[in-house]
């Protein structure tokens, strides 16, 4: 379908004006077809004059792909980028990834922007919320026309449900990288094969051809993505284990931060990280690995690396001293929750308990909440089962399908609302202790049945702490 620049083309039912084209996928909604057909009325109720989507309805023109007509549009539309654009996927990691290469960038001399889920960042200003990890196809080809006039290089997170969506069709990257792939959002997807298979697209389609993929080599749901781009003459930068080409091991863990060891080809470098949490090593791999790929000076990357600044909410220490260690992150996964948990542990002396406090998110993957709670009790002493976005569901079903996961004689509560939860932990535990808020990180709200309700795990640990002081 040829649709010309000119055009009017939107994704959204309430923005159609009249002669707008409304371009809808199906699997946009967890409602799915009925979603649809509710907004294609309503698109048509605006004046549309035509709708293209992927189901059969009356008066509507069917494409398997809609999405695609929109990226191809909205590069047609917005065609200024940044010069150098890198992309991450991956269940975890995505947003460190994003946040530390652009600062990497900036010790490099680049203007750099970045476009994740904490927003979209124009060098060190965050300027805008898109809602999405990775926005729709306008709204992310509009961005970087804005970005393009300041910036060089851009970090994009381009997450599962976008790439099976084809949101970032519209793009050809400098360099891609894969964090990792654990279980998530098999709700949208169906199957851990579907979902690897959507990131894989990154990689397969949307890596321009003399670009670089920069993967994990050690996960075995990277080694089809590494054969088909060797297949197809596309370079490959591999991180994570001893025979990969850069590595980041881990020396000592301490409170301070990782000391670490850097290897890329011949050359070891030495130098400690001020960042919290073993897997941040695999972060900073991936991290460089991009670095490297998009031609920033390795020299000066390796000399920044001991002043980056950690991620918002991602393994942030909010306690204050005398006080129980509190950190915020937004683990929200098993395996984020193992990863979490099993950094904190070694850094507790020897009278300290680990207390981990999470919840599940409501009408997403039911299937990974028992699995969080095993992966949480896998290193804490203490578990606290409570609410995390509930969404329209009932929130003392999500924590009880969540504790089934739990193993036996787990020591553990199952608390509501969140702020009780917290309170609990902080009141039962010492100076010796550290306590995990897991779950939402930076997020600034608690989404119950349909409303938004302003919460922070930071700013209610805080007050929590004040007043135990």
Same mark, same amino acid.
């Given at each position: 379908?040829?649709?010309?620049?000119?055009?009017?083309?939107?994704?959204?039912?309430?923005?159609?004006?009249?002669?707008?084209?409304?371009?809808?996928?199906?699997?946009?909604?967890?409602?799915?077809?009925?979603?649809?057909?509710?907004?294609?009325?309503?698109?048509?109720?605006?004046?549309?004059?035509?709708?293209?989507?992927?189901?059969?309805?009356?008066?509507?023109?069917?494409?398997?792909?809609?999405?695609?007509?929109?990226?191809?549009?909205?590069?047609?539309?917005?065609?200024?980028?940044?010069?150098?654009?890198?992309?991450?996927?991956?269940?975890?990691?995505?947003?460190?990834?994003?946040?530390?290469?652009?600062?990497?960038?900036?010790?490099?001399?680049?203007?750099?922007?970045?476009?994740?889920?904490?927003?979209?960042?124009?060098?060190?200003?965050?300027?805008?919320?898109?809602?999405?990890?990775?926005?729709?196809?306008?709204?992310?080809?509009?961005?970087?026309?804005?970005?393009?006039?300041?910036?060089?290089?851009?970090?994009?997170?381009?997450?599962?449900?976008?790439?099976?969506?084809?949101?970032?069709?519209?793009?050809?990257?400098?360099?891609?990288?894969?964090?990792?792939?654990?279980?998530?959002?098999?709700?949208?997807?169906?199957?851990?094969?579907?979902?690897?298979?959507?990131?894989?697209?990154?990689?397969?389609?949307?890596?321009?051809?003399?670009?670089?993929?920069?993967?994990?080599?050690?996960?075995?749901?990277?080694?089809?993505?590494?054969?088909?781009?060797?297949?197809?003459?596309?370079?490959?930068?591999?991180?994570?284990?001893? /025979?990969?080409?850069?590595?980041?091991?881990?020396?000592?863990?301490?409170?301070?931060?990782?000391?670490?060891?850097?290897?890329?080809?011949?050359?070891?470098?030495?130098?400690?990280?001020?960042?919290?949490?073993?897997?941040?090593?695999?972060?900073?791999?991936?991290?460089?690995?991009?670095?490297?790929?998009?031609?920033?000076?390795?020299?000066?990357?390796?000399?920044?690396?001991?002043?980056?600044?950690?991620?918002?909410?991602?393994?942030?220490?909010?306690?204050?001293?005398?006080?129980?260690?509190?950190?915020?992150?937004?683990?929200?996964?098993?395996?984020?929750?193992?990863?979490?948990?099993?950094?904190?542990?070694?850094?507790?002396?020897?009278?300290?308990?680990?207390?981990?406090?999470?919840?599940?998110?409501?009408?997403?993957?039911?299937?990974?909440?028992?699995?969080?709670?095993?992966?949480?009790?896998?290193?804490?002493?203490?578990?606290?089962?409570?609410?995390? /976005?509930?969404?329209?569901? /009932?929130?003392?079903?999500?924590?009880?399908?969540?504790?089934?996961?739990?193993?036996?004689?787990?020591?553990?509560? /199952?608390?509501?609302?969140?702020?009780?939860?917290?309170?609990?932990?902080?009141?039962?535990?010492?100076?010796?202790?550290?306590?995990?808020?897991?779950?939402?990180?930076?997020?600034?709200?608690?989404?119950?049945?349909?409303?938004?309700?302003?919460?922070?795990?930071?700013?209610?640990?805080?007050?929590?702490?004040?007043?135990?002081?």
């Amino acid at each position: 379908m040829n649709i010309p620049k000119t055009a009017h083309l939107t994704d959204d039912s309430r923005a159609v004006k009249p002669g707008s084209i409304f371009i809808h996928d199906v699997n946009n909604h967890p409602e799915g077809e009925a979603a649809a057909i509710r907004f294609i009325k309503q698109a048509k109720q605006n004046g549309v004059s035509e709708v293209v989507t992927n189901i059969k309805y009356q008066d509507t023109t069917f494409d398997p792909a809609p999405n695609k007509i929109l990226a191809k549009w909205a590069a047609q539309k917005f065609p200024a980028t940044p010069k150098t654009l890198v992309g991450v996927t991956g269940t975890n990691g995505k947003t460190s990834v994003a946040w530390f290469y652009r600062q990497l960038a900036a010790s490099c001399g680049k203007k750099c922007g970045s476009i994740g889920t904490l927003g979209v960042y124009n060098d060190k200003q965050e300027t805008t919320q898109t809602g999405y990890t990775t926005p729709t196809a306008p709204t992310l080809h509009q961005t970087l026309q804005t970005l393009s006039k300041t910036c060089t290089h851009t970090a994009i997170e381009v997450g599962s449900h976008a790439l099976a969506l084809h949101r970032a069709d519209g793009l050809r990257f400098t360099a891609a990288a894969l964090t990792n792939i654990t279980q998530d959002h098999l709700d949208f997807h169906g199957t851990m094969e579907a979902y690897a298979a959507a990131k894989a697209r990154l990689f397969t389609e949307l890596l321009q051809e003399d670009g670089t993929a920069v993967l994990p080599i050690q996960n075995p749901l990277a080694w089809p993505i590494a054969a088909f781009c060797r297949e197809n003459n596309i370079n490959v930068l591999t991180t994570g284990s001893a /025979n990969a080409e850069l590595t980041v091991n881990i020396t000592k863990a301490h409170a301070q931060g990782l000391d670490v060891t850097i290897k890329y080809n011949a050359d070891n470098h030495h130098t400690t990280l001020p960042l919290l949490g073993t897997f941040q090593a695999a972060n900073i791999a991936t991290t460089l690995g991009l670095g490297i790929a998009s031609g920033l000076d390795f020299t000066k990357m390796l000399t920044a690396l001991a002043t980056l600044q950690n991620v918002p909410g991602r393994m942030e220490l909010v306690s204050q001293k005398g006080q129980a260690t509190v950190i915020v992150d937004y683990a929200h996964t098993p395996d984020a929750l193992e990863s979490a948990t099993a950094a904190l542990k070694p850094l507790l002396p020897k009278n300290g308990k680990l207390i981990t406090l999470f919840g599940a998110g409501g009408d997403r993957d039911n299937t990974k909440r028992p699995l969080m709670a095993k992966a949480a009790a896998k290193h804490s002493d203490h578990v606290i089962i409570t609410d995390d /976005n509930p969404r329209s569901e /009932n929130p003392q079903k999500i924590r009880d399908q969540v504790a089934a996961g739990l193993p036996p004689n787990t020591p553990h509560q /199952n608390l509501s609302p969140r702020e009780d939860a917290i309170t609990a932990a902080i009141k039962m535990a010492t100076e010796h202790d550290i306590i995990l808020l897991a779950g939402k990180g930076h997020e600034t709200g608690q989404i119950i049945n349909g409303t938004t309700h302003p919460f922070d795990d930071r700013d209610v640990a805080r007050k929590i702490l004040l007043q135990k002081s």
